[in-house]
């Protein structure tokens, strides 16, 4: 069964303390994995998509990286801004009838304290 | 630049009492249309999707039905609600075929947020 599984649940920082969130999947072929940002009662936000084994993706303080099993969303010198629940889902290729479609992890919920 | 529309935001309805949320999208044409649903400590969870007018597929056997009367529409819908359709409704695009490459993965509307009592 295709899973995507995301740790820590929860996350709690200070300002500045860098950490890193993981994203690990089993499935059965990976078209890319995309991470977004969802703040609280709002629809997710696209942030990055990957598409192979080592490739790096930068935006501000966010940079993502993708391995054969899993993805890690690191975070340098967080601001309280930050805060917010991140989210990993892998893209699947069709199958049979199936259209190709996103399954997400259930997130990490960050949360920075000034 | 591509925009989701979807409303309303929330919304409280009694067991028994039909549904219906829309999404509208503008800024692209012939998109890929989904409705997600994320329940509290659940991932999101794909409960339609739709390549084209009229063309519904479902993931998940449940109490909701899907419907696309239009290229930029997308209608969820339910005949009796229950207790267990609560939770936060999401709709989301990705550009057709002609639009470009799908690695932008989906944009996704702000929600509507279902409580059914």
């Known amino acids: 069964e295709d899973q995507v599984t995301q740790s820590p649940e929860a996350l709690r920082l200070q300002e500045g303390e860098s950490s890193s969130l993981n994203c690990s999947y089993t499935v059965s072929g990976l078209r890319g994995l995309f991470w977004y940002r969802q703040d609280p009662g709002k629809g997710p936000e696209f942030l990055f998509t990957?598409?192979?084994a080592g490739e790096e993706k930068e935006k501000e303080r966010l940079k993502a990286t993708l391995t054969k099993k899993e993805s890690f969303l690191h975070i340098t010198a967080p601001k309280p801004e930050d805060s917010a629940t991140y989210l990993c889902a892998v893209h699947l290729p069709p199958q049979g009838g199936s259209q190709g479609n996103l399954i997400f992890g259930k997130g990490t919920k960050l949360s920075v304290k000034p | 630049s591509q925009t989701i529309h979807q409303w309303p935001a929330t919304l409280v309805q009694p067991v028994g009492s039909p549904l219906s949320l829309e999404c509208t999208v503008e800024g692209t044409s012939n998109p890929n249309l989904y409705w997600y649903r994320q329940a509290a400590g659940r991932g999101l969870q794909l409960l339609f999707y739709?390549?084209?007018?009229g063309q519904i597929s479902s993931e998940v056997p449940q109490n909701l039905s899907a419907s696309r009367p239009q290229d930029r529409q997308f209608i969820l819908s339910s005949k009796k609600l229950l207790l267990s359709d609560s939770g936060f409704y999401l709709c989301a695009l990705e550009e057709g075929p002609e639009g470009g490459a799908w690695g932008y993965g989906y944009t996704f509307g702000s929600g509507t947020r279902l409580t059914v009592v």
């Open positions: 990957l598409y192979s």
């Open positions: 739709s390549v084209g007018i």
